[in-house]
């Protein structure tokens, strides 16, 4: 494509971007491809992300933490086939509002985030656009041969497991739109947690190691379910009295009138990722063993049976989710 | 991140993109990952091309050609590298206007072209935008280890070659544009080429051999030229009058008053797809006999010399070229 050069493509390029190149296989940005030598004895695991603002985060998001979100939720797709993520391809379309300052802040956060987790740009391309603000990142990481974890393993007698607490992402969305009444620092919590999720990364070895199917939270934990479910041909009965919730999601829950309906808005509501993951029964004590060595929370949320769907039980009862998860219509 | 539903984002994977999946690699498109074997022996080369409706296609433009030209500009930077594609990533933005008939010709476009250059599609994500459509694209292709063919090889000495003919792809703008008067027949040929560039994949293998650089003509033939002198720490010498020019090129060239201004813009208009590169001077008899058992344009137009930049010759002048290459500005 011809490049777009309003506000300096090739600035952009050379400024911001060049130095968050990988030092081998991104070639300084300066040609246009990235080169990676095969792994012998590994797959590359590939996931794409696309966001727009508006859509998929708020105009009033700090452009760093844009950046680092959509690094994490790509992040979050790999940890959840147990892969180990090591570079991207990022595709910028910048608005008219994006000037230097918000360039650089989302270079800023584009260089945070693969310090933290260990990933480098590859290559890319940027270009002006009319509409709002969007970005598409594919991640690349290295899996051992074969290993990659499905969502269609999930077999009649396993356990469904969750890392971490559910709801925090949907709650989060609340707070950065200020329409949550919480305590201050509470809503803090909630919001650093929408603008950057943390991906599970530290235990993708045990997902690759013993789960049988697994995804990551982010349409929504009974939405995700549903999509194991049917890839695996089983179903999934999870129980919402199960469900972990964080201290800031309590302190919400308290003052809801209806549980029950609040703990499916927590269990449909998306943007957490987490993995969530069946395993064989056999395996739960020793998942339960690694996840308290990495101080991470672990939750047994249900089991899997013969038959199709998801089942929500609350309080003894079959609940009717009509919304599984969370849609931008 | 939350799927965007509002036309159906499970519903365009399900029915308009899975039949376009790698029958390995693409898993079905039903996990959040493509996985890909290692190849020995080779590494992998990554492209990514980003565009938008109204800066780098017509909203006036058929869906499908936007597919095909997405792939190809995208193929066209794999050929000039040597490189053999396999499969790609696809990130689509919809727009309002993008309702079932516009996806299912876009994804008609994809089909008609993954079977035309043999790729396929491994993954991706599909979400709604209030913007102008836009696409993002990551193609990937193999490459003997170590034999990617960079910018920066060019040395004093070497020849200068393109394929094809330079300027369709800038008359094919304004032909699209109904900005031309020419026989119907010429317009419909540019159009064509602006909308469907023919990327040279089966001049590859010779790029790979025989380049000491290479590059795609995208931004334009002079802007191009200057990224390879740069690259490589030489000086290109181009004559305007070898420019390889198509018969309807030369029938627009015959009604333009300043035949060197006309030239000017042939040689900065970009948007060709072919393939300018440098080569050894003993290795052009062969590089012109491998073109010709394709049926193949290719054509000598300068050489390179110490020095930097890239200077452009019309009739023994040196002609100041202001403007290497196209911007959208």
Redesign the interface.
């Known amino acids: 494509?011809?490049?777009?050069?309003?506000a300096g493509e090739f600035e952009t390029i050379r400024r911001l971007l060049a130095p968050l190149a990988h030092p081998e296989w991104g070639?300084g940005l300066?040609?246009?491809?990235?080169?990676?030598?095969?792994?012998?004895?590994?797959?590359?695991?590939?996931?794409?992300?696309?966001?727009?603002e508006?859509?998929?985060f708020l105009a009033e998001d700090p452009m760093d933490t844009v950046a680092r979100k959509l690094l994490r939720?790509s992040l979050s797709?790999?940890a959840?086939?147990g892969?180990e993520p090591f570079g991207y391809?990022?595709?910028?379309?910048w608005?008219t509002r994006c000037g230097w300052p918000e360039r650089e802040a989302f270079a800023a956060g584009l260089k945070h985030d693969q310090t933290e987790f260990g990933v480098a740009l590859?290559?890319?391309?940027?270009?002006?656009?009319?509409?709002?603000a969007?970005f598409?990142l594919?991640m690349l990481g290295w899996?051992p041969?074969g290993r990659?974890v499905?969502?269609?393993g999930a077999r009649p007698g396993d356990v469904v497991l969750v890392t971490g607490a559910i709801g925090d992402g949907y709650l989060g969305l609340q707070a950065a739109r200020g329409m949550l009444s919480l305590e201050p620092e509470r809503l803090l919590v909630l919001t650093d947690h929408y603008r950057a999720p943390v991906p599970r990364m530290a235990f993708a070895p045990h997902i690759r190691d013993l789960a049988t199917a697994a995804?990551?939270v982010?349409?929504?934990l009974v939405a995700d379910l549903g999509h194991v479910a049917a890839?695996s041909g089983v179903a999934l009965e999870v129980d919402l009295g199960t469900l972990p919730i964080s201290a800031a999601g309590m302190a919400w829950l308290d003052g809801r009138v209806d549980p029950q309906d609040a703990r499916i808005q927590l269990a449909t509501g998306?943007?957490d990722y987490e993995i969530v993951f069946t395993a064989r029964a056999h395996d739960e004590a020793e998942l339960h063993r690694a996840a308290e060595r990495q101080h991470l929370r672990l939750t047994a949320i249900g089991r899997v049976v013969a038959g199709t769907g998801v089942t929500v039980r609350w309080a003894e009862n079959i609940v009717d989710v009509r919304r599984p998860?969370?849609?931008?219509?």
């Open positions: 494509m011809p490049s777009v050069d309003a070639r300066l040609d246009d491809v990235a080169v990676l030598p095969s792994r012998a004895g590994y797959d590359l695991v590939l996931t794409k992300d696309s966001i727009v508006g859509v998929h939720v797709d790999l959840a086939k892969a391809m990022l595709g910028c379309f608005s590859m290559g890319g391309d940027t270009v002006n656009t009319p509409g709002p969007s598409s594919t899996m041969r990659t499905g969502r269609d995804i990551d982010s349409d929504g890839a998306g943007d998860g969370w849609t931008h219509d």
